[in-house]
């Protein structure tokens, strides 16, 4: 079954995390799908991280659908529109937008008022975290619009309710990933006249590979990690919001969850997915009932 054949996908940030995990799987229910980055076989970008766009439309292709990658600076007008310009030439539609820019891992200061903060690291965390969602979205909408009951999916860390009463741990991250959820439910409003949808999504705690390479561990024997953390139980692959954005894609109803914040954890609940192991977990509500008010790690009812 590949429910989403035919569909034309653009994934924006898609070398690594969260962006790898949703285009493989919109390529596994049978989407082409354009995957955007910096990081090429040729050429690295600040990151200097091996992970490569070819390989990302490697494993959409792997996994069923057509991966293809181009390599692009989502902070560059000009670049975006040659991109919107020849997914309209080669496909002449856009069915799914994923904004998953992101790339400022490395810039965040945690827990440092933004006096001590580096202030360039901090105003160039914002402009990868919301200057590219902007003009990616000004030249990809009006090629979605026209094909009424596509979606726009907007990525970031924690859903409103989350993120209204918890500090993120940094002025400019905090901006950055609230920032996000407001610009999903502006977009909804303006999509709406045309029938289509805008969402804000969040993964839980997700095994990326920058995270699995902070603990030390690989996806294999990720709970080695355990030891030193041990609430990365609840943790989740990239997948498993990869499964999300697909299930929203497929879904004939996708107008109710219009300017709505959503995660990987409730979606699971409603559309039934698994994650890579069958399991289900639902990372945020853990957080505030478990791991927020200090009772031992323990997934029960959890995932």
Known sequence: MQPLKDKIVLVAGATRGAG???????????????????????????????ETIEETANLVNQAGGQGIAIQVDHLDPVQVQALV???????????????????AEYLAEWNTPVWKHSLDNGLRMLRLAIDTHIITSHFALPLLIKNPGSLLVEMTDGTAEYNDTHYRLSLFYDLAKTSVIRMAWAL????????????ALTPGWMRSEIMLEHFGVSEANWRDAIAKEPHFVISETPHYVGRAVAHLAGDRS?????????????????????????????ALRYIRE??????????????
């Open 254 to 282: 996708v107008a109710r969850w219009n300017g709505q914040s959503l995660s990987s954890g409730q979606l699971a609940q409603i559309y039934g997915f698994t994650d890579l192991d069958g399991s289900q977990p639902d």
């Open 188 to 199: 909804a409003q303006e999509l709406q006249p045309h029938g289509c949808t805008a969402v």
């Open 20 to 50: 790898r995990g949703i285009a493989v799987e919109l390529g596994a229910a049978g989407a082409t799908v354009y995957v955007t980055g910096r990081t090429t076989r040729a050429q690295r970008s600040e990151y200097n991280r091996p």
């Open 85 to 103: 310009a020849r997914i309209e030439r080669e496909q002449g539609r856009l069915d799914v937008l994923v904004n998953d820019i992101w790339g």
């Open 290 to 303: 478990v791991q927020e008010v200090g009772k031992p790690p323990d997934t029960t009812g959890y995932r």
